[in-house]
């Protein structure tokens, strides 16, 4: 089954909206796009997580040394180190 980018999208949002840390990084997400898609190929997730940059619904966040992906709007919140 070949996923369909708007499905990798909702993932990633829904992923991003339900998680209790604030920023994430690309390996995180991707793997959660994985278990919900397995099918789906880490370029098409990069290219999703992309669009949702473009399309202001995800943040880029960088510590310096990485660089981290945050849903719009939680960008201020510190992460939950529990």
């Not at 990633?12 to 789906?40: G, R």
Request: glycine share 2%; with cysteine; proline share 1%.
């Amino acid at each position: 089954m070949i996923c369909m980018l708007e499905d990798i999208k909702n993932a990633i949002v829904e992923y991003l909206t339900n998680a209790k840390k604030s920023k994430h990084y690309f390996k995180d997400i991707e793997k959660a796009v994985k278990q919900k898609f397995p099918d789906a190929s880490t370029r098409d997730i990069k290219k999703a997580c992309n669009e949702l940059v473009n399309e202001d619904k995800v943040a880029y966040f960088s510590t310096g040394s990485t660089t981290m992906y945050c849903l719009k709007g939680r960008e201020a919140e510190t992460t939950d180190m529990e």
